[in-house]
């Protein structure tokens, strides 16, 4: 679960620069930083905060917590990769980020499943 932990603590940086990035943005490039980006970086930055939680119960032993890892991990993948296909819907930038993150919650994925074995 150590490598879940470190996975989960990249992922917690990514979503506060992301969130760095769009305040900055919206200072001296508006339309790089639209209200759809800040939704999505907002609710990344949410799940940012849960995971660790969960985390934290599955290392005390609970299944249901390291199953809640996988299960939101999967979501977020399936979103992210979702999103960043949608026309318009963010800038390229963001939509980089949405892949990135997609791929920390595919290697989450891997570990819990492994560790479920």
Excluded at 37 to 52: D, E, K, N
Excluded at 77 to 104: H, K, Q, S
Aim: proline fraction near 4%.
């Amino acid at each position: 679960m150590r490598r879940i932990g470190i996975l989960l603590r990249i992922y917690l940086v990514v979503a506060v620069a992301t969130l760095g990035v769009l305040t900055a943005l919206s200072a001296f490039a508006p339309q790089q930083a639209p209200r759809d980006a800040w939704v999505h970086a907002v609710i990344v930055a949410g799940f940012a905060i849960v995971l660790p939680l969960r985390l934290r119960s599955a290392r005390r032993g609970s299944i249901r917590g390291l199953r809640a890892v996988g299960l939101i991990a999967a979501v977020l993948i399936i979103v992210n990769v979702v999103e960043a296909m949608l026309p318009d819907f963010v800038p390229v930038w963001m939509r980089v980020e949405m892949i990135g993150i997609a791929v920390l919650m595919a290697a989450v994925v891997g570990l819990v499943v492994r560790e479920r074995l």
